[in-house]
């Protein structure tokens, strides 16, 4: 059994409900006017006044509103979408500066930490020769020499009447130009200490 509602036979047009549009004072009231597409000659005059001043006062609003036979607030809401939309093509052109900006930056960046690498591997194989052609016991691997030098220190110790025993090691200076390069930049140059 099909139930029926009062009102039910109506047909789909007569159920429509005209478009609710919010008044100059913003309150929402029905509305039988159909929104009317602004003719070229309308559009050209709005976005020329928009090229001369972004915002738009209310004398200038009443006056091209009865220069072009608009509503105030046609008018009104014209200049509010043109803003958004020059807004957001000013968020573009930015955005595209401050990439180009950031890419040769970028670039920048990775020349100078190539450079480092580059310094730090000529430190470190200058390190290297000298220790090498200093003769170092490590570096020779001449296990007699060590063994006669570490002698002679410890009885010179003794011949100067000390009871400390002196331990000689060799530092390699190259760990003093390891620098992380975790940091995009240095805020200031780094500073090598020797001890």
């Known amino acids: 059994m099909e139930v029926r509602y009062p009102g039910a036979e109506m047909s789909a047009v007569q159920m429509v409900v005209p478009p609710v549009q919010p008044d100059e004072g913003g309150c929402f009231r029905f509305s039988q006017e159909k929104k009317k597409k602004l003719r070229r000659d309308q559009l050209d005059s709005l976005e020329n006044s ?35 939309r020059w807004k957001v093509k000013q968020l573009e052109r930015l955005y595209d500066a401050l990439k180009v900006e950031f890419d040769v930056v970028s670039r920048e960046k990775q020349k100078l930490q190539e450079e480092v690498m580059r310094l730090k591997a000529i430190v470190m194989n ?16 001449d296990k007699s020499v060590a063994a006669t030098s570490t002698a002679t220190m410890h009885t010179s110790s003794k011949g100067q009447g000390t009871s400390k025993q002196h331990h000689h090691h060799h530092h390699s200076k190259v760990d003093e130009y390891n620098y992380p390069l975790s940091s995009p930049y240095w805020a200031a140059p780094p500073s090598y200490h020797r001890k």
């Open 50 to 84: 928009f090229l001369e001043e972004k915002k738009l006062d209310p004398e200038r609003k009443m006056k091209l509103a009865s220069e072009l036979g608009l509503q105030p607030r046609q008018v009104a809401i014209w200049f509010q979408n043109r803003r958004a």
């Open 126 to 141: 200058e390190a290297i020769r000298k220790q090498v052609s200093t003769g170092h016991p490590e570096a020779s691997g």
